[in-house]
């Protein structure tokens, strides 16, 4: 992968005249945007005036699902492309997308057939509760979506000795539990770095660059800015598509569009030490509803940690997007709900993090009930724009692929190109070389193995993380890249070393944050953060006074931002 300097030195060479195709905004789906078009053999420029994927991508409740809440307002459509999504995603991702049991708990029989009926027919806005009755009905909808490209066991009621001998904290209040299969997406930004690369494989002429703002429209001409530099760019793009989430609105008026359509609210999350919840909720997933009827859920991360969430609180300014007081209450009185005794501590939280949804503006409908659904508006040219613009308003991880296709397409037709291929069949990144069957992985594991001298549960690990791409990590890690960071020793300095040179990384933060999951595990030391800045200084060229500079920065964002309380040495 070209690193940073490179993709500038060719955007800053592109020809007068070029008219490239730009994208602004580098989460998920401006990214499988780059990736659809580089497929047909399209180039695009791609940006982010941060990281890829930092924004409301990197702050998902980590699953990609179906869908099953949004049966209650009539969206079928959603559900099904969800549910589609969500099993090729399986096949397309295997490394990084595992399936998940899911256990829907219900505090009644019969409750809310007649409100999910009015919810159903738009005749009623707010969500109430649903028994289990209603969580039936829609689960029989939801395995007949998924029908034709089924990868998972269809759901079942658990009988009730069976779930509290598996749950016995789960609340007496419960009357009844189905259990159904959704999936993990064990780390969302290397699945976009890995699109990314896929992108450029296939269309070398593709260009994707983070920290790179659109600053303004003038004379016919965007102006971008490099973040780190404070260089300015001219481009005369032929047409630009605006996939820049929560930030849509902002990044419109500066291509000259005054036009209001975003209405985010924020979800937050917590990462808890919590070894007892953990053990009971196993590899499964709680996925439960609130007195205020809102959807939240649990699950285990490891045999330590779990993580709790969602929020879904109105919320304006993506800039300032963290968890509240307020939230941290309500998810842990959310969790006494189901759990009781459960009894959450601020003590026991060792991340925090929070998106915003980037929803289509609807005034004061009940949040819960805004669409997830997503929506291009088309922006044609005008006297001070030469230009057309697409704006992308919604969209989610688990349909970011089918998304990005829905808008691709749009753009061939304005391009008058013929679409050549599909994503859909498509594995990503890292999958493609990774074995399909058993004997195939412990084939691939010994031969790793062999050809590094890395211990077996080392390389099994490696692959886990990186896929096909374990044998390249696992030679650098082999090569003097043996010394461990992080608590309990969870990454490899030639881990880092691979990271630095091969996944376009600007500033530490985007190693410690998104290139490794060190805050997420519960593994991220002051130790840590300083040995990966003294690796990333030495990829990077960074002199002291820069190395410096993002230690401090770092430290200050895990801190202040994802309330990260401790960084002493390990």
């Not at 809310?112 to 909808?141: C, H, Q, T, Y």
Request: aromatic letters at 6%; one cysteine or more; charged letters at 25%.
């Amino acid at each position: 992968m070209r690193n940073r300097e490179e993709v500038l030195r060719q955007l800053s060479a592109l020809p007068d005249g070029s008219a490239p195709i730009l994208i602004v905004g580098g989460g998920i789906n401006g990214i499988g945007l780059y990736r659809d078009l580089a497929l047909q053999g399209v180039p695009a420029v791609l940006i982010d005036k941060y990281d890829f994927c930092s924004g409301t991508s990197a702050a998902p409740s980590r699953l990609v699902h179906g869908g099953l809440r949004y049966l209650e307002t009539g969206e079928f459509e959603l559900v099904q492309e969800s549910v589609i999504e969500r099993n090729h995603l399986l096949r397309n991702a295997p490394h990084l997308v595992k399936p998940i049991p899911v256990w829907v708990p219900a505090f009644s029989w019969l409750g809310g057939i007649f409100s999910a009926g009015l919810r159903f027919l738009k005749l009623k806005k707010r969500p109430g509760a649903k028994g289990i009755l209603v969580v039936k009905l829609g689960l029989v909808f939801f395995d007949r979506f998924g029908g034709a490209s089924q990868t998972m066991p269809r759901h079942r009621l658990v009988p009730h000795a069976e779930s509290r001998r598996r749950m016995p904290g789960l609340s007496d209040k419960v009357r009844a539990v189905a259990e159904y299969f959704d999936a993990r997406l064990l780390h969302p930004e290397r699945l976009a770095l890995e699109l990314i690369k896929d992108a450029e494989r296939d269309c070398p002429r593709s260009l994707a660059i983070p920290y790179v703002s659109l600053e303004e429209t003038r004379d016919g001409v965007v102006r971008l800015k490099d973040g780190i530099t404070g260089e300015m760019f001219a481009m005369d793009p032929r047409l630009v598509i605006n996939c820049s989430g929560a930030w849509v609105d902002d990044v419109n008026r500066r291509l000259n569009i005054d036009k209001r359509l975003i209405g985010g609210t924020r979800g937050s999350h917590l990462i808890m030490r919590r070894p007892d919840l953990a053990r009971q909720l196993d590899d499964g997933m709680l996925y439960f509803e609130t007195k205020d009827f809102r959807a939240c859920l649990v699950y285990a991360l490891d045999s330590q940690n779990i993580l709790l969430g969602t929020t879904d609180i109105r919320a304006s300014d993506p800039e300032a997007a963290s968890c509240s007081d307020e939230e941290i209450d309500y998810l842990f009185d959310a969790l006494e709900q189901v759990l009781p005794g459960a009894r959450g501590q601020r003590s026991e939280i060792v991340f925090a993090y929070a998106g915003i949804r980037p929803l289509p503006w609807s005034g004061d409908t009940t949040t819960g009930a805004i669409s997830r659904d997503h929506a291009l508006h088309e922006f044609e040219p005008g006297s001070d724009r030469p230009f057309p613009v697409l704006t992308l308003v919604g969209g989610k991880w688990t349909t970011y692929r089918a998304c990005a296709e829905q808008i691709c397409d749009a753009v061939l037709k304005r391009l008058a190109i013929r679409r050549s291929g599909s994503t859909i069949l498509q594995a990503i990144g890292a999958a493609r070389a990774l074995p399909t069957n058993e004997i195939g992985s412990d084939r691939a594991l010994e031969e790793i193995v062999n050809a590094s001298g890395l211990e077996r549960q080392l390389v099994a690990k490696l692959l886990r993380r990186y896929g096909g791409a374990a044998g390249q990590v696992a030679a650098m890690v082999a090569d003097g890249g043996r010394q461990t960071l992080g608590r309990e020793g969870q990454y490899h300095e030639g881990e880092i070393r691979w990271v630095a040179r091969n996944e376009r990384v600007t500033r530490l933060a985007d190693i410690v944050l998104r290139r490794t999951l060190l805050p997420f595990e519960n593994a991220i030391t002051g130790d840590a953060i300083t040995g990966i800045a003294a690796i990333a200084a030495r990829e990077l060229g960074w002199d002291e006074a820069r190395r410096a500079e993002e230690v401090k920065l770092t430290t200050a964002l895990l801190t202040q931002h994802h309330r990260v309380k401790s960084l002493a040495a390990a």
